[in-house]
């Protein structure tokens, strides 16, 4: 068989494979999405149609009936309610989530790197997680109110009367972090933890070889292979700082102190005299701001990846200069 010959029967063969490839992926295709129709057909009932209705009731009246247009969005946004609930929630989240996932961190490298009793430390810090708010709650009362624990450990320290109410005043912000901390520290460090464990040893032994150092290979090789894991601990630390409303619920009531009205309670009250339109529109503010950070994340995300994709050309650039 001459040379061409059998460039010919190779092309022809492969194309054939080529084209039974592409039809085992459009078969695998075709299969998954009627096994993800279900899950699809639920989502877009009860979630979907739901937040359309949602959309559509913000431009309504009161009644339903009557087309506003952007009546609504301007009471919402003049509520002076809405806006101390936004910058408290704003501020909490600024103040919160650094501390939350600077000390999970700490703590995950610190378990990561016990010798010895891993699992005490595990159970020690996840242990917040299995205890039940209200019940948590319970004991933080008992020791934050004016006749508390910590009032009395005071007055036994200084020799004068302590009746501050640690959850009113000036107070009651620093002690709303304290409860969200320590109720998912535990949980984040889990997240860290299973990070650090997938990525290899072979890099900390090379790099030990080479002569770094500890922090050399926490800043060059562990804080690297965590980028994954910072975005998923981030989005779920996020989630979780909304369910903080319960202990804010339970140490102050209804109407906590200025300082801790966060969203879910301006939601609840909205609730309570049923104000369709309102929480309609503040849900849809709500959507919106977060599709502003997230594309705010997918703007810096691409800006990073340029960056690295540019010191990868100039790297390869030195390279055929040096050869």
């Not at 946004?77 to 103040?95: E, G, K």
């Not at 910072?230 to 369910?243: E, H």
Request: proline share 3%.
């Amino acid at each position: 068989m001459t040379g061409e010959r059998k460039g010919v029967l190779f092309g022809y063969r492969g194309s054939e494979r080529r084209s039974a490839q592409s039809r085992r992926v459009r078969r695998q295709r075709r299969l998954a999405c009627v096994f993800l129709a279900p899950s699809l057909l639920g989502v877009a009932m009860f979630y979907g149609a739901p937040f359309l209705d949602v959309a559509r009731r913000s431009f309504l009246d009161a009644m339903g009936h009557r087309f506003v247009g952007m009546e609504n969005y301007e009471g919402v946004w003049n509520n002076q309610a809405f806006r101390l609930a936004i910058s408290n929630t704003v501020r909490f989240l600024a103040a919160a989530l650094p501390l939350l996932l600077t000390g999970s961190l700490l703590l995950s490298l610190m378990v990561y790197g016990a010798k010895v009793k891993k699992g005490l430390f595990k159970t020690t810090l996840i242990l917040p997680m299995a205890v039940p708010a209200a019940a948590m709650v319970l004991v933080w009362k008992v020791l934050l109110c004016p006749d508390g624990v910590i009032n009395q450990l005071l007055f036994a320290l200084t020799g004068q009367i302590w009746d501050r109410d640690w959850v009113n005043g000036i107070t009651a912000f620093p002690v709303l972090i304290a409860t969200y901390l320590w109720k998912n520290t535990g949980y984040d460090m889990l997240l860290w933890l299973a990070g650090l464990g997938a990525i290899p040893d072979s890099l900390y032994d090379a790099a030990k070889v080479d002569g770094a150092g500890a922090f050399a290979r926490l800043l060059y090789i562990t804080l690297p292979n965590l980028k994954n894991t910072a975005v998923l601990v981030l989005v779920l630390s996020g989630i979780n700082s909304f369910r903080v409303y319960r202990e804010a619920y339970l140490l102050s009531g209804t109407y906590p102190d200025q300082s801790i009205y966060m969203i879910p309670h301006l939601f609840s009250h909205w609730f309570l005299t049923l104000d369709i339109q309102r929480m309609s529109t503040g849900a849809m503010f709500l959507v919106a701001f977060m599709a502003m950070a997230w594309g705010l994340g997918r703007q810096g995300a691409w800006i990073a990846a340029g960056r690295e994709q540019r010191k990868k050309w100039e790297g390869k650039g030195r390279k055929r200069g040096r050869i």
